[in-house]
């Protein structure tokens, strides 16, 4: 424990009656006693100065961290974390853990929270980084609650969402016919290259003049989309600073000028062909879209 105000007092009491060199023996005491209160064994409460505990090797806080999902399926979900540190700099070695937190039923109860820290440390840098986390064996149509998580310490970080798994979408005999605003069509679908990026990557084009759609879809690498109930999105991606990435694979579709977030698409992936499945599809001027079309993937 360090030094109180009444070893204060006795210290300088004795540095009034030291005055002459015959006394060095307690000049010396007096320093092995001033030195003896400032070596209090006491570490640093300040968790960006680690203290003199060799235990104690925190410097940073924990990362501040953003939670999204890619990819939901009726019965599955990548679970996503992302650390903005790009313009940071970090002139000591320090590190993190990381992982996720995944909560069914109830938002508020955490009694059946399920943790997965994944393995090893990541050091600070400066730059952005990511990591996921697949889950499976979900049931369809039900909202979940997730949060990716820093630690460093005494140090935590979370931001917590949730997700709902994708429905089974309406039971549709006939394909590549659709009906639109009460007249029905057959058709022919095409896949495109949408312009970068405000418009995806990857569409689907079908319909006869004046009706003619493209529905497109913003991918991870440049993929197709992955079975799922997909939502619509307003007039472009959002592709402003990091959100360019982070809006990829995340179950959004985006059909021109026609899309809002109300407006759903429904894709069968199996592999070798990608189908759309359109049940009472609403469009922004109140125009519904049904049937389902299909491509072979090249």
Not at 148 to 164: H, I, K, P, V
Not at 228 to 250: A, H, M, N, P, W
Request: charged share 20%; hydrophobic share 30%.
């Amino acid at each position: 424990m360090g030094c109180t105000f009444i070893d204060f007092v006795y210290i300088y009491a004795l540095i009034i009656k030291s005055t002459t060199l015959k006394n060095l023996f307690t000049i010396l005491s007096i320093f092995c006693l001033i030195f003896s209160c400032s070596d209090s064994g006491e570490t640093s409460e300040d968790p960006n100065n680690g203290g003199n505990d060799p235990q104690d090797t925190q410097i940073y806080d924990a990362p501040n961290v953003r939670s999204y999902v890619t990819y939901i399926s009726r019965n599955s979900v990548t679970l996503n974390g992302f650390i903005d540190h790009d313009l940071f700099a970090f002139t000591q070695d320090d590190s993190f853990k990381r992982g996720f937190i995944f909560r069914e039923g109830d938002e508020n109860d955490s009694s059946n929270d399920q943790i997965f820290e994944l393995d090893g440390e990541v050091p600070y840098y400066t730059g952005f980084y990511y990591f996921d986390y697949a889950i499976d064996g979900l049931e369809p149509n039900t909202t979940y609650y997730y949060t990716a998580y820093t630690e460093n310490g005494t140090s935590e970080n979370d931001d917590w969402e949730s997700f709902t798994t994708s429905d089974f979408p309406c039971d549709v005999a006939q394909n590549n016919y659709i009906t639109y605003d009460g007249m029905g069509y057959d058709v022919y679908v095409e896949i495109t290259d949408p312009n970068c990026c405000v418009d995806g990557n990857v569409g689907f084009r079908f319909g006869n003049w004046p009706n003619i759609f493209e529905i497109n879809f913003n991918e991870l690498e440049n993929g197709y989309p992955k079975t799922g109930q997909y939502f619509g999105v307003d007039y472009e991606f959002d592709i402003t600073y990091i959100q360019r990435e982070l809006v990829k694979s995340t179950n959004q579709v985006l059909i021109g000028s026609r899309s809002t977030p109300e407006t759903e698409v429904f894709v069968e992936n199996d592999g070798s062909t990608i189908t759309l499945i359109f049940c009472n599809t609403v469009f922004r001027d109140g125009t519904t879209l049904n049937g389902k079309v299909s491509v072979a993937i090249p």
